[in-house]
C-alpha cells in the first residue's frame, strides 16, 4: 500500500512539473503567429520554403507549433540546393515542433537546424518528418551532404 502512494505522489509530481514546464514556455511563446492555430491553419502554399526558414528567423527563441503538414510536394527539388547552402548556418530561428508531439524541445534553434529539417522532409515526401527538428551533428551534415552528391548524380535539377 505504502509502495502505491509513494508511486502515486512520483507520477503526480512529474506530470505538475511537465505542466509547468509547459505552462512556462507557452507563456513565453507569445510573438507565435496565429497562422499556427488549429482554427487558422497555416497556409503553406503562401510561401517557398527558404521563405519559410526566414518566418522562423523572425520568430527566434520561440516554438513555431505545426498543426497541419504541408503538401507532399511543399518542397520542390529546385529548393534543395538552396536549402544545402544552409544546413551549416548557426543563425538563430524559431523551432519547429508538430502538434502531436508529447514533448517540447527547447525553443532554440538555428536556420540550419530547421533546413535540414526541410531536407529530410524531402527525403522522406513529406513535411514535417518528424515530431520535430533535432538539431544539426557533423555526422548529420555528412550524410546530408553524401545524400545530396548522390541525389545530383541521380537526379536533374
Not at 90 to 107: E, G
Amino acid at each position: 500500500m505504502n509502495k502505491r502512494i509513494i508511486l502515486a505522489l512520483i507520477l503526480s509530481s512529474s506530470i505538475i512539473g511537465c505542466a509547468t514546464r509547459l505552462v512556462q514556455q507557452q507563456s513565453s511563446n507569445t510573438s507565435i503567429n496565429e497562422e499556427f492555430s488549429p482554427t487558422d491553419p497555416f497556409k503553406w502554399e503562401n510561401l517557398t520554403p527558404i521563405e519559410f526558414l526566414n518566418y522562423l528567423k523572425e520568430r527566434q527563441g520561440t516554438l513555431l507549433t505545426i498543426w497541419e503538414p504541408a503538401p507532399r510536394d511543399w518542397i520542390k527539388k529546385e529548393h534543395i540546393p538552396k536549402l544545402m547552402e544552409l544546413i551549416e548556418s548557426n543563425t538563430p530561428c524559431a523551432h519547429t515542433v508538430a502538434a502531436i508531439s508529447s514533448c517540447l524541445p527547447p525553443p532554440k534553434s538555428t536556420i540550419g537546424d530547421e533546413a535540414i529539417f526541410l531536407i529530410d522532409g524531402f527525403i522522406e515526401g513529406r513535411y514535417p518528418p518528424g515530431l520535430y527538428s533535432k538539431g544539426k551533428s557533423k555526422q548529420k551534415i555528412e550524410s546530408i551532404k553524401e545524400w545530396y552528391e548522390e541525389w545530383k548524380r541521380n537526379k536533374k535539377l
